[in-house]
């Protein structure tokens, strides 16, 4: 079992659909979550991190389940420019700090 | 200017080659890191160094290696390169100020590495 799933996709919505992509990670102590956006041929940035009470920026809200183990991204009044590869990435407990990347949810907004 | 660059960005190499992959950062961040980026794989982490004399495999490190030649400047080595590193391969830099909910990675445009 790898150690962060992700729904590959693709996931197609119309302008203005709200979508929501779940994340599952199999290290029960791991700590810290984040999702990072990733454009066509473009390096990863990040988009938000996921805190245990869950957070929302703007038209993106992120939640943290720890006792199933999933962590979800919700887009609301999805936008063109939203269409990108979003990547789940947790990172274990344990001082070493490497982020663990899910292979990530290819998203396309359609006009 | 970005704030971190990786030189080349497009490489065409043959098997058995040696080549060498270099990153340069201006955020002053002390820890870097050298991933690579497979279709339907994600990011695996090849080497990361928290420091300039700190150096630690990542989980595939195999056929690599890294200096850290100074605070700014990771570079990543294909000692005799073969086609399955065939890949895309990014540096990274973190601010990670011992917050645990406080890290952000920076990414450089990446490498796009074909061995031949």
């Known amino acids: 079992r790898k150690e962060v799933e992700q729904d590959p996709g693709p996931f197609n919505v119309p302008e203005g659909a709200t979508v929501a992509f779940n994340c599952t990670y199999s290290n029960s102590a791991s700590q810290s979550f984040f999702w990072y956006r990733q454009d066509c041929r473009k390096e990863p940035k990040l988009l938000m991190s996921?805190?245990?009470s869950g957070n929302e920026d703007g038209r993106f809200t992120a939640q943290l389940n720890r006792a199933s183990q999933y962590i979800s991204l919700l887009i609301r009044d999805s936008k063109l420019s939203d269409s990108a590869t979003y990547l789940c990435?947790?990172?274990?407990?344990?001082?070493?700090?490497?982020?663990?990347f899910g292979s990530g949810t290819q998203l396309t907004v359609l006009p | 200017d970005a704030d971190v660059t990786q030189t080349p960005r497009n490489r065409i190499t043959k098997t058995g080659k040696r080549i060498m992959l270099e990153c340069s950062q201006t955020?002053?961040?002390?820890?870097m890191y050298w991933y690579r980026q497979d279709p339907g794989l994600g990011l695996r982490l090849i080497y990361y160094?928290?420091?300039?004399?700190?150096?630690n495999k990542g989980e595939i490190s195999d056929g690599y290696s890294v200096s850290r030649q100074a605070q700014a400047k990771f570079s990543l080595s294909l000692e005799s390169a073969i086609p399955n590193q065939t890949a895309l391969y990014f540096c990274?830099?973190?601010?990670?100020?011992?917050?645990?909910?406080?890290?952000?990675?920076?990414f450089g445009p990446g490498t796009r590495l074909l061995v031949l």
């Open positions: 990435v947790v990172i274990p407990s344990g001082s070493a700090r490497q982020l663990t």
């Open positions: 996921v805190y245990s």
């Open positions: 160094s928290f420091d300039v004399k700190d150096i």
């Open positions: 990274a830099t973190s601010d990670y100020s011992g917050t645990v909910l406080q890290e952000t990675q920076y």
């Open positions: 955020k002053g961040h002390d820890r």
